[in-house]
């Protein structure tokens, strides 16, 4: 390997003292992207007060139950903002890796015969084996597709990588095709998804809600905390900052990229599990699209950052909600997606900016 | 001597023939071309195998389009499907009686008068879609010009998914001075027929009848295509695109123009898509809103790889190889094999899996591709192989030093 030139310092005109200009320009692009943000909600939430309705329960209630979809969003987008933050790739077959995890989740339901009759007890402890034999399966799934598709390129140019990503993301649909077929699969309404818990302030909360957020909110915690405060998660941060001088201060800089790729697979996993609950019916399909939503989130939070891929599936979640509620459907993908090109117009660096190599 | 003079030096062997510099690549040209044109007289006007011959020579276009974004500038586009959408639906609009209140004819034949709707002739609605398209990609290109590869590659995929919303939810749109005569599509009904191609002088064509006339119409385009290619990838221009390509910042410190540039690589590659699109419409006499998925976007991206990127022979040779690989080899020779070896599913069911399969395979064993140009082959082998002298591309280094 010819690693004794110094690699390209990269985006040199970035790191200059930012000019009045362009410090303006980062201003208005942050409070542009903020005004955006809040264009939907504010906006239907004074017509809800003004017209007939005069409250806002039910702007409330989009946004709950946008925030608990959001939680699913999240896990995903966090498994984007990792990758990305650790090797700059944006990992397009992330989204299908989480349908596997759905499709898998729900094939175990039926190994472990867990159905409608099935009691509480049986129903939580099954749905706990369900949520770590997907997360170990999805997280392999993730090592293996980075040390076949990923580590041979990594001196490549980096359309390359994205290149074979975006085959990856393919293969899977395909093996999600063939497992399950062409059409959505209903799945066994396990929790009985759309229960109602109790009624705060007019807002509805199902048990798919607390079951999602009850799942997400931990594991979502304990991997900050792995990568805060454990020493491979240092190793890890350290190497998103520059794998060189990481690998000569004896981090095995694979290993570690492996146990990146590890850990958002198995949060891909377990979002696969709940997406399976929360929506009760699942396709191949499913991770393409879930898969873009949750890079649009990591991207407005700022990819690279963890919190901020979380803020950003919350956020992504609230405007799916809002527009499905009251827009229509099939007009989602669009706003989700003219928001993703507004972002990058007005602020690429997201929300709370990178935590990438560059801002390191 | 470095490598990269090594290779650019490699003498290009083609002996010359004739006192006027006549060389054998002349001749072999010629004879080719001589060949492409004869070709259809061998076989069944109306075989399943023209059509597909005419399909892949439509994709030859979409794909040299795709290869001067891709190829020559750098821009990864994965939203290419938007411009044979606005393509399509452009013959859908001018060349059908989809609008059927409105009556406008502008130099078509006889018959295609006497039919309500709006219908131009073939050649006038090759320039509005070259022209509506060119306009898309300015637009799409314009929030691209301050982000990095990865995330244009993002926005062209999300601009292309906004435009297929638009097609399927279409007809719940109206423009805005027109009645509800005027939808913006048929959505997930077809807009069909669309009028034959009708070309000056010649009488029209009828694809009931004989589809060699379709298949000189999009030769000739091809050739066009080609010829604007060639002379552009030499030009100042094509020159710029490159060198944007292996680095922006050194491009534009050498006043390279990196607006101007980007947009005019997004501007001729879309033209290009829309021409196709635009000949597709009438050609396959449907206009689908289902026609316009990701996946179509990835299938014309990996003829590019698979023949080479920025190699423009290379790219013809992928787009001819993969649209008979889909259109033949896979539905009709390749479909029973699984069967055979007792799994029950047809080969046809892995359709867009093989295309996935290809570009992981061809991106890790061969990433210049089948026919590559010169200056990428160095390019990707620069760093890898250890006899290089350019430092390699930034990134994670795995193993030890050297």
């Given at each position: 390997?010819?690693t ?5 310092p990269?985006?040199?005109?970035s790191?200059?003292l930012?000019?009045?200009?362009e410090?303006?320009?980062e201003?208005?692009g942050?409070?542009?992207?903020i005004?955006l943000?809040l ?11 003004t017209?007939d309705?005069?409250?806002l329960a039910?702007?409330g209630?989009?946004?709950?139950q ?9 896990l995903i987008?966090?498994g984007?903002t990792l990758?990305y933050g650790?090797?700059?790739?944006i ?6 890796v ?10 175990l339901?039926?190994?472990l015969g867990?159905g409608?009759a099935?009691?509480?007890l ?5 749905l706990?084996v369900c ?8 997280g ?14 990594r001196?490549a ?12 993301s393919f293969?899977?649909?395909?093996v999600g095709?063939?497992w399950?077929?062409?059409s959505p699969?209903s799945?066994p309404d396990?929790i ?9 302030l007019g807002?509805a ?5 607390i079951?999602?957020i ?6 979502m915690?304990g991997?900050t905390i792995?990568i805060t405060?454990s020493r491979?998660g240092k190793?890890m941060?350290?190497?998103a ?7 000569l201060?004896?981090?095995k800089?694979d290993?570690?990229?492996?146990l990146?790729?590890m ?5 891909a996993?377990a979002?696969g ?13 499913q991770?393409f699209?879930a898969?873009l939503l949750?890079?649009t989130?990591?991207v407005m939070g700022g990819i690279?950052n ?5 803020a950003g599936g919350?956020?992504i979640?609230c ?6 509620n009251r827009?229509?459907t099939?007009w989602t ?6 928001y993703?090109?507004l972002i ?6 997201g929300l709370?900016?990178?935590?990438t190599?560059e801002?390191? | 001597?470095?490598?990269f003079?090594a ?6 062997a083609?002996p010359?023939?004739g ?6 690549s002349?001749?072999a ?5 001589l060949?492409?044109i004869v ?6 006007p109306?075989?399943?195998?023209m059509?597909?011959t005419?399909q892949?020579l ?5 794909a040299?389009g795709l290869?001067v ?5 750098g821009l990864?586009?994965?939203g290419?499907?938007a411009?044979?959408a606005?393509?399509?639906?452009t013959s ?5 009686g989809f609008?059927g209140?409105?009556?406008?004819h502008v130099?078509v ?9 709006i219908?131009l002739?073939f050649l006038l609605?090759l ?7 060119a306009i898309a990609?300015v637009?799409?290109?314009?929030p691209t010009l301050?982000l ?11 601009f292309g ?8 939810n279409?007809p719940?749109?109206?423009l805005?001075?027109?009645g509800s ?5 048929a959505g997930k009904?077809?807009?069909t027929?669309?009028?034959q ?6 009488s ?9 006339g379709y ?6 385009l091809?050739?066009v295509?080609l010829f ?9 221009i094509?020159?710029a695109w490159?060198a944007?390509?292996e680095?922006e ?7 390279i ?9 997004y ?5 290009m898509g829309g021409?196709s699109?635009?000949f597709l419409g009438?050609f396959l006499?449907?206009v689908?809103a289902d026609?316009?998925?990701?996946s179509f976007s990835?299938f014309?991206l ?9 190699s423009?022979w290379?790219v013809?040779?992928g787009?001819?190889?993969l649209?008979?690989i889909?259109n033949y080899i ?6 029973d094999v ?5 799994l029950?599913f047809?080969?046809s069911?892995l359709g867009?899996g093989?295309?996935g399969?290809l570009?992981?395979?061809?991106m890790?064993?061969?990433?210049q591709?089948l026919?590559p140009e010169?200056r990428r082959e ?10 290089a002298?350019?430092p ?5 280094t ?5």
């Amino acid at each position: 390997m010819a690693t004794n030139a110094p690699p390209v310092p990269r985006r040199r005109l970035s790191q200059r003292l930012p000019t009045v200009s362009e410090s303006f320009r980062e201003r208005f692009g942050q409070v542009a992207l903020i005004v955006l943000l809040l264009a939907l909600p504010v906006g239907y939430g004074v017509t809800d007060l003004t017209g007939d309705q005069g409250d806002l329960a039910r702007l409330g209630t989009n946004l709950f139950q946008g925030i608990s979809n959001g939680t699913i969003l999240a896990l995903i987008a966090v498994g984007y903002t990792l990758v990305y933050g650790i090797i700059e790739l944006i990992n397009f077959a992330h989204g299908d890796v989480f349908m596997i995890g759905s499709f898998i989740s729900v094939g175990l339901f039926g190994t472990l015969g867990l159905g409608l009759a099935t009691g509480t007890l049986g129903v939580v402890l099954g749905l706990i084996v369900c949520l770590i034999v997907a997360m170990l399966v999805t997280g392999t799934l993730n090592v293996l597709i980075e040390r076949v598709a990923y580590r041979p390129l990594r001196d490549a140019p980096k359309l390359a990588p994205l290149i074979t990503a975006v085959g990856f993301s393919f293969i899977l649909q395909n093996v999600g095709l063939l497992w399950l077929g062409g059409s959505p699969k209903s799945v066994p309404d396990l929790i009985h998804a759309q229960e109602r818990v109790t009624t705060i302030l007019g807002i509805a909360i199902s048990r798919a809600d607390i079951v999602a957020i009850a799942v997400a909110v931990p594991l979502m915690a304990g991997v900050t905390i792995f990568i805060t405060q454990s020493r491979m998660g240092k190793a890890m941060r350290a190497t998103a900052q520059d794998p060189e001088a990481a690998r000569l201060m004896g981090i095995k800089v694979d290993t570690t990229i492996s146990l990146t790729f590890m850990l958002g697979g198995m949060l891909a996993g377990a979002a696969g599990l709940l997406y399976a609950l929360y929506q009760t019916n699942i396709w191949y399909f499913q991770g393409f699209q879930a898969g873009l939503l949750a890079f649009t989130a990591a991207v407005m939070g700022g990819i690279g950052n963890l919190k901020g891929a979380v803020a950003g599936g919350l956020i992504i979640g609230c405007i799916q909600q809002i527009s499905d509620n009251r827009i229509g459907t099939q007009w989602t993908p669009a706003i989700v997606f003219a928001y993703l090109i507004l972002i990058m117009v007005f602020r690429p660096r997201g929300l709370f900016g990178e935590e990438t190599r560059e801002a390191g | 001597m470095s490598r990269f003079d090594a290779v650019m030096q490699r003498p290009l062997a083609v002996p010359v023939l004739g006192p006027r510099g006549l060389t054998v690549s002349h001749v072999a040209a010629f004879a080719v071309l001589l060949f492409a044109i004869v070709f259809p007289l061998f076989f069944d006007p109306l075989s399943g195998f023209m059509t597909t011959t005419i399909q892949a020579l439509a994709f030859v276009v979409m794909a040299l389009g795709l290869n001067v974004m891709v190829g020559f500038a750098g821009l990864l586009d994965l939203g290419y499907v938007a411009f044979f959408a606005i393509g399509a639906y452009t013959s859908g609009w001018v060349m059908s009686g989809f609008y059927g209140s409105a009556n406008i004819h502008v130099f078509v034949s006889s018959t295609i008068e006497a039919l309500p709707g709006i219908h131009l002739n073939f050649l006038l609605v090759l320039v509005v879609a070259a022209v509506l398209c060119a306009i898309a990609a300015v637009i799409i290109g314009l929030p691209t010009l301050r982000l990095r590869g990865d995330y244009i590659a993002i926005v062209t995929l999300a601009f292309g998914e906004i435009i297929r919303v638009f097609a399927i939810n279409g007809p719940t749109l109206h423009l805005p001075f027109a009645g509800s005569d005027y939808p913006l599509t048929a959505g997930k009904q077809s807009i069909t027929p669309i009028d034959q191609i009708d070309l000056p002088i010649l009488s029209p064509l009828n694809s009931f009848l004989t589809l060699r006339g379709y298949y000189w119409v999009i030769l000739g385009l091809v050739l066009v295509c080609l010829f604007i290619v060639l002379r552009l990838r030499d030009s100042r221009i094509g020159r710029a695109w490159i060198a944007m390509r292996e680095d922006e910042v050194a491009a534009a410190a050498m006043g390279i123009p990196l607006v101007k540039t980007k947009l005019l690589a997004y501007l001729v590659g879309g033209a290009m898509g829309g021409l196709s699109g635009a000949f597709l419409g009438p050609f396959l006499q449907v206009v689908n809103a289902d026609q316009f998925a990701f996946s179509f976007s990835i299938f014309i991206l990996a003829m590019i790889i698979l023949g080479g990127l920025g190699s423009v022979w290379g790219v013809v040779l992928g787009a001819l190889l993969l649209t008979y690989i889909n259109n033949y080899i896979i539905p009709d020779v390749l479909d029973d094999v699984p069967g055979k070896l007792g799994l029950d599913f047809a080969f046809s069911d892995l359709g867009f899996g093989v295309f996935g399969f290809l570009l992981v395979i061809v991106m890790i064993l061969r990433p210049q591709g089948l026919l590559p140009e010169r200056r990428r082959e160095i390019e990707l082998t620069e760093g890898l192989d250890g006899g290089a002298d350019g430092p390699p591309i930034a990134g994670v280094t795995p193993g030890g030093p050297a």
